[in-house]
């Protein structure tokens, strides 16, 4: 559960992209010790640069998420976990750091699925075309 909110906070920080999150990880072995780090050892992160969102270590942020999560019904499937979709991990540094999962995740890996991807922060005109093209997909057969 710690490493979960580890890779929450890290993911609830601006300018860290999920590129980033991959490369941190990658480079610690664990969100625990991302978080344990300090500004010299996240210098030596290939492509990270000068990155002063990591010296952010307040874990509101990542609690309230776990705290939504849990009030709404919602699975975190983490990228580093058991459970995430083998070709969604297949991409190559782009596959998001964690999916969020109300109901039951399906079969992904065996369907064609069709994944919806977009802004954190979403405009109500974006949500509503999302929503119109994923009814579309869905009854189309993905």
Request: a positive charge; hydrophobic letters at 45%.
């Given at each position: 559960?710690?490493?979960?909110?580890?890779?929450?906070?890290?993911?609830?920080?601006?300018?860290?992209?999920?590129?980033?999150?991959?490369?941190?990880?990658?480079?610690?072995?664990?969100?625990?010790?991302?978080?344990?780090?300090?500004?010299?050892?996240?210098?030596?992160?290939?492509?990270?640069?000068?990155?002063?969102?990591?010296?952010?270590?307040?874990?509101?942020?990542a609690?309230k998420?776990?705290?939504?999560?849990?009030?709404?019904?919602?699975?975190?499937?983490?990228?580093?976990?058991?459970?995430?979709?083998?070709?969604?991990?297949?991409?190559?540094?782009?596959?998001?750091?964690?999916?969020?999962v109300?109901?039951?995740?399906?079969?992904?890996?065996?369907?064609?699925?069709?994944?919806?991807?977009?802004?954190?922060?979403?405009?109500?005109?974006?949500?509503?075309c999302?929503?119109?093209?994923?009814?579309?997909?869905?009854?189309?057969?993905?």
């Amino acid at each position: 559960m710690k490493e979960l909110l580890y890779q929450l906070w890290l993911t609830a920080l601006r300018g860290v992209s999920t590129v980033k999150i991959h490369r941190l990880r990658e480079h610690f072995g664990s969100f625990a010790a991302v978080y344990d780090a300090d500004a010299r050892a996240y210098a030596e992160v290939e492509g990270l640069g000068a990155e002063h969102a990591l010296a952010n270590k307040n874990l509101d942020a990542a609690r309230k998420i776990l705290e939504d999560c849990d009030r709404l019904g919602i699975t975190i499937v983490s990228y580093y976990g058991d459970g995430y979709p083998r070709r969604l991990r297949e991409l190559d540094g782009a596959a998001p750091a964690q999916l969020y999962v109300k109901g039951t995740l399906p079969p992904v890996d065996q369907r064609l699925t069709v994944a919806v991807v977009g802004a954190r922060r979403a405009s109500l005109y974006g949500n509503a075309c999302a929503a119109e093209i994923s009814r579309d997909l869905a009854r189309a057969g993905a």
